[in-house]
């Protein structure tokens, strides 16, 4: 068990070291190529701020196969199957329309025809479902047009759910490391516990996206030097998709079966090894957080007779900015909702019949849902333990009409730094490239200390 998880770990730090070092080179070309798009009413952010990071991401991506390709115990993924060359070259290609996007701003239906045909390039070498799973029915084989439709379907939603979700500093990053990091050791889980060798490829993708998510973070952590913009975020998604469809499409129940000593009919078997053989929820549950906000993102838009594809500021980290939860609380609140639902699904894949593992996800829940309403109610510390509590709890004298800053920041739903960029009503003050030159965490100039004062009760 030591050889895979020190190679598993060393293909992880290289992915993240390229991706890391790559980034700072790639923000300066990013500058001087002009990707810094003007501020729109939907984004967070107060100052242009380069994009392409998926540039570095993509370099990354790419160090880790190559490294993985030499390590003695990797090596076998790559000639036994030809999945991790199937997932380059769907990477390349939504890659290239991703960088195109982020310089020249394509059309919505040209980006999804691009991701439709990297889903298919994929299919085309072999990284496609096969069958699934059926509770009930026992495994069913797919024709090879259902397979397809199949799996450029999920390439596609899981593609434009950690688009949409990318509107925060940080965020899309973060989540897909964390799932990421619960696919990988239920795919270690599968290949190296049950000696299942078709996981394999997919134990490789979720390492080596983790390096790039891990790579890319401190680069991207509010206030973030870079964005990842499309070519990241479509680049990042395609990659979680194709370790969903490798390890859900491709091993066999049967094999699985066997090395679980299960006896009885298949559907028997299916059900008694479900909690085990979970990929076909795992791969839901990973991008639950993003399927939602995509799913809400369609319902809201064509209600309001709007296209699906026209961006607005409904997503749920809006909401959260809006309800008055700073930048950083409302990213590290998404954090734990990801979290708790992938690694929930994990631990029950593990141990289905013991009732602490649904005591502690429903504990924590309650947990989410208090921090969730904590902008709601603002409990003031009494006057003897004003000294142990952060300032904005502390009962301050002041003159009649006085407004502190903390009270500004409640207000405005954001702490200093934060910007308060969740406010609604009056238009930004253009800001313009070039005054200050490169300073700081932007491109343009340093950050202003406190947000603007916005009135609220009109939409943009």
């Known amino acids: 068990m030591g050889q895979p998880v020190r190679e ?6 290289v992915t993240a070291a390229v991706t890391y070092l790559l980034t700072g080179p790639v923000r300066k070309f990013a500058i001087a190529a002009g990707a810094m798009p003007a501020i729109r009413a939907r984004d967070v952010h107060r100052e242009p701020t380069p994009r392409l990071g998926g540039i570095a991401m993509f370099g990354g991506l790419c160090a880790g196969l190559l490294v993985a390709d030499h390590l003695d115990s990797l090596n076998g993924v790559f000639e036994r199957s030809n999945e991790p060359r199937a997932l380059l070259s769907g990477a390349a290609l939504i890659w290239i329309i991703g960088v195109l996007d982020d310089k020249f701003e394509i059309d919505a239906l040209i980006k999804l025809g691009g991701q439709m045909i990297a889903a298919g390039v994929m299919v085309v070498q072999g990284l496609t479902i096969l069958w699934l799973p059926i509770p009930g029915v026992g495994a069913v084989s797919l024709t090879s047009w259902q397979g397809t439709l199949l799996t450029v379907a999920l390439v596609v939603i899981t593609i434009n759910a950690v688009n949409f979700v990318d509107g925060l500093d940080g965020l899309a990053a973060g989540m897909v490391c964390i799932a990421a990091a619960a696919f990988f050791m239920y795919a270690y889980r599968i290949w190296f516990g049950y000696g299942i060798e078709a996981a394999a490829p997919a134990t490789l993708f979720a390492a080596i996206l983790m390096g790039m998510c891990l790579g890319f973070l401190p680069h991207n952590m509010h206030p973030a030097r870079i964005f990842m913009g499309d070519s990241g975020s479509m680049l990042i998604g395609l990659v979680l998709a194709a370790g969903a469809i490798s390890i859900t499409g491709q091993v ?6 066997m090395n679980l000593s299960l006896s009885g009919s298949e559907r028997e078997a299916t059900h008694a090894m479900l909690p085990v053989f979970i990929p076909l929820l795992m791969p839901l549950t990973i991008i639950a957080i993003p399927m939602a906000d995509l799913v809400l993102a369609i319902v809201r838009r064509t209600w309001k007779g709007q296209s699906p594809f026209a961006a607005d500021r409904g997503h749920l980290h809006h909401r959260l900015l809006e309800i008055g939860h700073s930048h950083s609380r409302a990213v590290l609140i998404m954090y734990f909702w990801a979290a708790l639902i992938a690694f ?11 009732m602490w593992i649904v005591f502690v996800i429903v504990a924590l829940s309650a947990v989410g849902l208090v921090l969730l309403l904590l902008p709601r109610f603002t409990p003031r510390a009494p006057r003897w333990a ?4 952060p300032p904005r709890y502390r009962r301050r004298k002041r003159p009649a009409g006085a407004e ?5 920041d409640e207000a405005g739903g954001a702490d200093g730094a934060d910007g308060g960029a969740d406010g609604e009503g009056e238009e930004r003050a253009p800001v313009v490239a070039g005054v200050s030159g490169v ?5 343009i100039g340093p950050r202003s ?4 004062r916005r009135k609220t009760g009109a939409s943009r």
């Open 386 to 389: 004003e000294a142990f509590v």
């Open 439 to 443: 300073n700081g965490a932007t491109a």
């Open 8 to 13: 598993y770990l060393l293909t992880l730090c």
């Open 252 to 257: 066999d129940p049967d094999a699985l079966r």
């Open 344 to 354: 929930g699904t994990l631990a029950y894949s593990v141990h289905s019949a013991s």
């Open 404 to 408: 502190t800053a903390d009270e500004a």
């Open 449 to 452: 200390r406190f947000p603007d």
